[in-house]
Structures are given as structure tokens and as C-alpha cells.
T-cell receptor
Framework: GENVEQHPSTLSVQEGDSAVIKCTYSDSASNYFPWYKQELGKRPQLIIDIRSNVGEKKDQRIAVTLNKTAKHFSLHITETQPEDSAVYFCAASKSYGQNFVFGPGTRLSVLP | EADIYQTPRYLVIGTGKKITLECSQTMGHDKMYWYQQDPGMELHLIHYSYGVNSTEKGDLSSESTVSRIRTEHFPLTLESARPSHTSQYLC????????????FGPGTRLLVL
């Protein structure tokens, strides 16, 4: 079955710097890769997703890149702000009824 | 407003008690899920359902059971709560039609004494 690894497990950056979180997956048939943000005491919320027919997707300060050959995808946050501090989870799935496999999470701290 | 609702939000209960965690969604989604998560830690899938009368066990062994009698309702039951069940339980749903984005409920924090 699918296995998703995520690195780093914790990440501290200065406000205004960029943050990058990387995930690798094992099943080449996976074709949907969402990223979730979970703030302290809150529910995980989708922040961006990418499908395997696209190499990059951007939404304001966040972007996701996908390398299907290497089977890895990354979340990029630019101009980080304190409110970006949270735990970020990547996931991989195949379409049409397949469950997500989540990565173990990355705790991002943005220092003022 | 379409959303996922979980009750109770917090529960403190003694060992051996039977409890049911409620989850309902007004998203019109077919698929529903239960995850167990210690705060800020990994999400562990414990049960899921493709639709009415469909339930499956997830990756994490769990002593809980679920039912899906109505599309919008997916309750989780612990027949005999133990301290090891202390955790946060998150319910989620998705369309199950190819756009597989999962939407999470606010969670139930369970403390078993």
C-alpha cells in the first residue's frame, strides 16, 4: 500500500523567510496530493492541492510542486507570518474512492 | 451552511463506560471517516464508510465500532472506554466521486479516567 513520508518533522523560520516542507510517496498510481494546515486546537483544513497532471500550483503565498518521476511533492510558503505557525500534513491518494494516506506532519513555527 | 458537526466537543468519562461520539454532515457527501489524533500528532484512520450500510476498518486497530444508517450520520461507539482511548477523534467526509478532498469536523476530545 501507499506510504507517505514527510520532512522535516519540525521547522522554525524567521518571520518573512520562506518555509519548505517535503513529502515522498511510494505508490506511483497516486494522483491527488492535498496539503492540510492544523492550527492549535483546530481542525485540519485544506490549504492547497495538486493533481498529477500538473507540476506546480500557486495560491498567493503558498505553492505546491510535484515531481512524479521522483515521487515527491513539496509545500512552499513565502513571506511567512506568525499566523502560518501550525502543523502541516501532506497526503496522497488515488482517485475514485481511495482513502488518503497522510504524512506524519510538520510543526512549523514562525518566529517574530 | 454546509458543514461537519461533532458532539460532544469534550468528554470526560470513567473507565468501563459506553460512549458514542456523534458526527453529522450537511455536505451531501457519500464518504465519511473517523480519525484518531493525539493533539498535533499523526492522523490515524480507524473507520470509514463509502455510503449507507457500508463500514470498513481503517489502518489503526481500534476497539470502536461505527454504523452508517443515514448518509449524513456516522456515529462512533466505544463499548467499554479505557484510559488508552484518551485522544482526539476527528470525523471527516468527502464526495467520493473523484474529487477526494476531505473536510474535517471540529473534533471530540476524549479523556478516560
Amino acid at each position: 500500500g501507499e506510504n507517505v513520508e514527510q520532512h522535516p518533522s519540525t521547522l522554525s523560520v524567521q518571520e518573512g523567510d520562506s518555509a519548505v516542507i517535503k513529502c515522498t510517496y511510494s505508490d506511483s498510481a497516486s494522483n491527488y496530493f492535498p496539503w492540510y494546515k492544523q492550527e492549535l486546537g483546530k481542525r485540519p483544513q485544506l490549504i492547497i492541492d495538486i493533481r498529477s497532471n500538473v507540476g506546480e500550483k500557486k495560491d498567493q503565498r503558498i505553492a505546491v510542486t510535484l515531481n512524479k518521476t521522483a515521487k515527491h511533492f513539496s509545500l512552499h510558503i513565502t513571506e511567512t507570518q506568525p499566523e502560518d505557525s501550525a502543523v502541516y500534513f501532506c497526503a496522497a491518494s488515488k482517485s475514485y474512492g481511495q482513502n488518503f494516506v497522510f504524512g506524519p506532519g510538520t510543526r512549523l513555527s514562525v518566529l517574530p | 451552511e454546509a458543514d461537519i458537526y461533532q458532539t460532544p466537543r469534550y468528554l470526560v468519562i470513567g473507565t468501563g463506560k459506553k460512549i458514542t461520539l456523534e458526527c453529522s454532515q450537511t455536505m451531501g457527501h457519500d464518504k465519511m471517516y473517523w480519525y484518531q489524533q493525539d493533539p498535533g500528532m499523526e492522523l490515524h484512520l480507524i473507520h470509514y464508510s463509502y455510503g449507507v450500510n457500508s463500514t470498513e476498518k481503517g489502518d489503526l486497530s481500534s476497539e470502536s465500532t461505527v454504523s452508517r444508517i443515514r448518509t449524513e450520520h456516522f456515529p462512533l461507539t466505544l463499548e467499554s472506554a479505557r484510559p488508552s482511548h484518551t485522544s482526539q477523534y476527528l470525523c471527516a467526509s468527502s464526495t467520493g466521486t473523484g474529487k477526494e478532498t476531505q473536510y474535517f469536523g471540529p473534533g471530540t476530545r476524549l479523556l478516560v479516567l
